[in-house]
């Protein structure tokens, strides 16, 4: 993993150590609330009115970063990693929807 001085150059150098940055179970069941969340906006933004879209940020980062900062006690990876951060939420929520996330944790070395 990265120090705090260098940056990851890879996504798949980034994905363990944003595993562990969702250490705790409470940590990503906020995540995934938010998550969910953020995807009902989007789809009341396309359905039925295009100013849910602006709802879709606000749900899912609030969350988030809620249990950054009350739960896990950490930064997030948003702040340095946006684009990766976003996939990697995206990633661990649809692990978490198809049974696979307590796999992809033990995997690398976190369950």
């Not at 940056?7 to 906020?30: N, S, V």
């Not at 998550?35 to 709802?55: D, E, F, K, M, Q």
């Not at 340095?80 to 951060?85: G, H, I, K, N, Q």
């Amino acid at each position: 993993m990265a120090t705090t001085t260098e940056r990851y150059q890879t996504y798949a150098d980034f994905w363990p150590f944003y595993l562990a940055e969702h250490g705790k179970p409470a940590t990503r069941g906020l995540h995934y609330f938010g998550t969910t969340l953020a995807i009902a906006c989007l789809v009341l933004g396309a359905a039925v009115n295009p100013w849910w879209l602006l709802a879709a940020p606000v749900a899912g980062y609030f969350f988030a970063w809620i249990a950054h900062f009350f739960v896990e006690h950490n930064r997030p990876a948003t702040f340095t990693y946006p684009a990766w951060s976003l996939v990697s939420d995206f990633r661990m929520f649809f692990l978490w929807i198809a049974g696979r996330m307590p796999d992809e944790l033990r995997r690398h070395g976190l369950g």
